[in-house]
């Protein structure tokens, strides 16, 4: 797997046409890639390594390396060019970079991908001095061409100056292309920021307004381009044993009807067609390998295995020990469902393929493995494979594909169109709610059993903990570094590092072999983990007969921004007085993705029982904070991400197949379960951290404390609809 990774990277540097092609740039402007020297413009065709194009119109294109969902990405990266440049903001804009993971690396990943929240703190000093580069080059060229020290060149707001001379930066991008840029860049102190820390306008705010054609994947359109859809079997690991296509090929506008080894796609000019006629398709399925079993049954053999020994996680001291010393102790199984990720925007991706090179338009999160894989799908270089990024409506991980599942499934489709019909076309493949529902990639079902004690002063002794779910990433491009003796730190995540932890510890873990196909899910392990743990200490702050909050805070002593984000939250939330007559507050503080998020809820039960989240006041510690406005909007939208996942949210298999369709039956958050929230950033010099999912893992929790602070019922076995809540 990992040479399967190197040779992805190794192979996918463009050409030098093939770059300008797919970049921003003109030959009439200014390109500075991050770190790498920006050739004369008579040799503009060979830089490979853009981060800023600057075009003699002064428009300052971002070139962004990382799949903007919703998240805000974009704005970020373009925060931090604008910033070193000295911009105006609404001279800037961005383009998605092509497939090259040796120059649009994630530096943490080492492949080009968006994911782990780590789209800015990755990119922080690369894209900034990619910013300041540029600036350096600018006023490199306004000095030469006015004959004036460069230390006498200024830029601000998007002008360079000096003393009566003034131009733009597109009437010195031609001239600063063709200097050597300087070895180092000074950046600025963070006493000069205009934009980091303050506010920058979203850069996508303007298309999505106006529904700019071509945005997302649903919107591409291209001559002569057809749409497909594909028929899937019914029950996980099925294929399909032979097809009557009779009826569906009558089907006016239907173009034909293909077998492929994961199912049967119909392609057709238009969506409509295509579905009519895949429902007219009559196909017999070979279930002889397929997964059967249900949710229930599924669930009760996890929660058996809870009972056994495990694979050891993390083990130092002596748990048991500790907990047969302990003056209390408290025992207790959780029970989390399969949950869909329910994207605004179903999977979707146009392909072209003329057998000798292939085109892809999608919302990529990972490039590098849809790149690699669609190469080896269609036997090609990598170097030959385009992978044009879009924007995407959503996503939460869904498009973070370790198999490239539905690149395989178009670049199959591609080219079995070409061998029957000896000639390319562009070919939408699209999935329907219901296909993307029912179709697998689910966060795992899991069950926790716990057992902690407490010693005599209220301090935690031993921690035994066994978790049991299924492993996203064993036998995937992920595996050599997310799984270590047979553990994918995906299922511990949250656990393994919590503050909470004693001397004595025993974590211990189990990954049943399922045939249902799992996926990350916003925020991943952090969903489970700190749901169970901060519940947890609820309970045993309550058997301690200690306050929630200053029991997390005495154990709490050497985890500094734990607590400073806890204490935040605290004090604007009143936790100290009284909540209303009605109310009742629950509290959670979690780290996830190097970042520190407090969240207390404010809960009220409706006359039919039901569980109404009023408010929510969050703190967090994301280190230095890049766009405040968008930090706030992804705690808002992580939150709610995060409720929806506990009040309604489950899927469920009846005979291995899957129960819900749509929307009406897996039910997301609705408007009127959305709380008031109140976001707080705490003012950090420590590197920023990732804020995307972050805000999911604590309300989850802090609703559960506080609806057990309302009713006494403390929540085990998710959703709270199970138990008459939601």
């Known amino acids: ?40 413009q008579a040799n503009m065709d060979e830089m490979v390594t853009p981060f800023v194009h600057i075009a003699p119109d002064s428009t300052v294109t971002v070139i962004v390396k990382h799949l903007d969902k919703g998240q805000g990405t974009a704005t970020g990266l373009a925060t931090l060019v604008a910033e070193e440049l000295d911009a105006a903001a609404e001279q800037v804009t961005t383009d998605f970079a092509p497939a090259n993971a040796e120059v649009y690396a994630n530096l943490l990943f080492g492949i080009q991908g968006t994911g782990g929240s780590t789209a800015i703190s990755n990119s922080f000093e690369q894209y900034r001095q990619a910013g300041a580069t540029a600036k350096a080059l600018l006023k490199a060229a306004a000095a030469e061409a006015w004959g004036v020290d460069v230390a006498e060149v200024s830029v601000a707001g998007g002008q360079v100056s000096a003393g009566s001379n003034t131009a733009s930066f597109g009437e010195l991008a031609g001239r600063a292309s063709q200097l050597t840029p300087p070895g180092e860049v000074a950046l ?54 032979s097809v009557d296509a009779t009826e569906a090929l009558a089907v006016e506008g239907v173009l034909d009807v293909i077998e492929l080894p994961m199912g049967v796609a119909v392609v057709a ?89 292939a085109t892809f338009w999608t919302g990529s999160q990972i490039q590098t493995i849809d790149q690699g894989t669609a190469a080896a799908v269609l036997g090609l270089d990598p170097s030959k494979v385009a992978i044009n990024t879009l924007w995407a409506g959503g996503s939460f991980g869904r498009r973070a594909i370790y198999d490239a599942h539905y690149t395989v499934e178009a670049a199959t489709l591609g080219a079995a169109w070409l061998g029957k019909h000896g000639a390319p076309k562009p070919i939408k493949l699209i999935y329907t709610r219901e296909d993307d ?24 002794a031993g921690w035994q903990h066994h978790i049991v779910s299924q492993s996203i990433t064993s036998g995937t491009a992920f595996e050599a570094f997310l799984v270590h003796d047979g553990v994918d730190h995906s299922t511990i995540e949250g656990i393994n590092d919590s503050p909470y932890l004693s001397a004595d510890v025993d974590l211990r873990v189990t990954h049943p072999q399922v045939g249902v196909k799992t996926l990350w899910w916003r925020s991943v392990g952090h969903t489970h983990t700190a749901y ?30 734990h607590r400073g984000v806890l204490e ?44 109404k989240v009023e408010k929510v006041v969050c703190a967090v510690d994301c280190g230095i904070p890049i ?54 950033i705490v003012a950090s010099t420590e590197a920023p951290t990732g804020i995307g999912e972050p805000g999911t893992p604590p309300i989850g929790p802090a609703v559960a404390n506080a609806v057990a602070r309302a009713t006494g019922q403390r929540i085990r076995d998710l959703p709270f609809a199970k138990h008459g809540l939601a």
């Not at 040779?7 to 921003?24: D, E, G, I, N």
């Not at 700019?212 to 029950?235: E, H, R």
């Not at 509290?587 to 407090?598: G, I, L, P, Q, T």
């Open 1 to 40: 797997m990992l040479h399967f990774m190197k040779a992805a990277v190794a192979a996918s540097k463009p050409t030098r046409r093939s770059f300008l092609a797919m970049s921003a740039g003109t030959l009439g402007g200014l390109l500075i890639g991050a770190r790498m020297p920006v050739q004369a």
């Open 188 to 241: 600025k102190a963070p006493e000069d920021w205009v934009y980091i820390g303050k506010s920058f306008p979203r850069v996508d705010v303007a298309g999505k307004t106006k529904g700019s054609v071509g945005m997302y994947g649903m919107d591409v359109q291209l001559d002569d381009m057809a749409v497909a859809v594909l028929t899937k079997p019914p029950l996980f690991g099925g294929t399909p044993k």
């Open 269 to 357: 000019r238009s969506t409509w067609p295509a579905i009519k006629a895949r429902d007219l398709l009559e196909i017999e399925w070979d279930l002889s390998a397929a997964e059967t079993r249900g949710t229930d049954e599924l669930m009760e053999s996890f929660a058996e295995a809870a009972l056994g020994e495990g694979l050891p996680a993390l083990v130092q001291g002596d748990a048991a020990a500790a907990n047969e010393r302990a003056a209390q102790v408290l025992e207790v199984e959780y029970r989390f469902p399969y949950l869909n990720h329910a994207q605004m925007e179903p999977i979707d991706i146009t392909v072209l393929y003329d057998g000798e090179s």
């Open 437 to 460: 529902v029912r179709g697998g990639y689910y966060r795992p079902l899991t069950v926790h059993r716990a057992r902690i004690g407490l010693d005599a002063e209220g301090k935690i």
């Open 532 to 561: 169970v743990a901060e519940t947890l200490i609820d309970e045993l702050a309550e058997m301690a007969g200690e306050d929630p909050v200053a029991f997390r805070l005495r154990h709490l002593d050497a985890h500094p921004r």
């Open 568 to 611: 935040l939250a605290a004090e604007r939330a009143g936790w100290s007085t009284p909540p209303a007559e009605g109310r009742f507050r629950g509290v959670a503080v979690h780290k996830s993705f190097e970042s520190y998020v407090a969240e207390i809820a404010e809960v009220s039960l409706r006359d039919d029982g039901t569980v």
């Open 627 to 680: 766009n405040p406005d968008n930090i706030r909007a992804q705690i808002e939208g992580g939150l709610g991400y995060g409720l929806s996942g506990i009040l309604r949210e489950e899927l469920t298999m009846s005979e291995g197949e899957v129960d819900q369709w749509n929307y009406w039956d897996y039910q997301p958050l609705r408007i009127t379960d959305m709380p008031e929230v109140e976001v707080h």
